[in-house]
């Protein structure tokens, strides 16, 4: 993994994120309303997290599948709302996490290259909740890639301290 020393801007990251959106959307928060939805986006993630680890030991894998989904959207809508931005679809968010992914790829390749792959296998995992085709390996093998990328963008985009 590389030194994930954030070594973008904030107006960098807001751009990156208004780039998957159309100028149509209101998507502005306040700087209250941000702060109170990241907050309750982490705590949906560690939640998600804490329920993929409970049910990988249960052997749910349709569970493991939708909780990693989920906690992955959680660690993007985060990121969003710290930079005063709401993100509601599933369109958005796989948008959002392909421009987040090029940001780091333009100081870290690979490890752009990682958010990018697990922002599919997480989106995969969405759908294998639904339809259940894929193997329990593949879905193991997706959920830690995802739970990786989420440790990525923490490590890139930490909370924004001053809004």
């Not at 209101?26 to 705590?43: I, P, V, W």
């Not at 997706?142 to 985009?157: H, N, T």
Request: glycine letters at 2%.
């Amino acid at each position: 993994m590389t030194n994930c020393a954030p070594s973008f801007t904030a107006e960098q990251v807001t751009a990156a994120i208004r780039a998957a959106y159309s100028p149509r959307w209101d998507t502005s928060l306040t700087r209250e309303d941000a702060a109170n939805k990241a907050a309750t986006y982490r705590s949906s993630e560690a939640h998600y997290r804490g329920h993929v680890q409970r049910s990988l030991s249960d052997s749910d894998y349709l569970q493991v599948a939708e909780k990693s989904w989920g906690a992955f959207t959680q660690a993007i809508k985060a990121i969003c709302a710290d930079h005063q931005i709401l993100l509601s679809s599933h369109v958005g968010i796989m948008r959002v996490a392909d421009e987040l992914s090029k940001l780091i790829a333009q100081t870290a390749p690979e490890d752009g290259a990682r958010v990018s792959d697990a922002s599919v296998m997480a989106h995969s995992l969405h759908l294998h909740f639904y339809e259940d085709e894929l193997p329990d390996d593949r879905v193991i093998q997706s959920a830690d890639a995802v739970s990786e990328a989420i440790d990525l963008l923490r490590q890139w985009f930490p909370p924004e301290v001053a809004m």
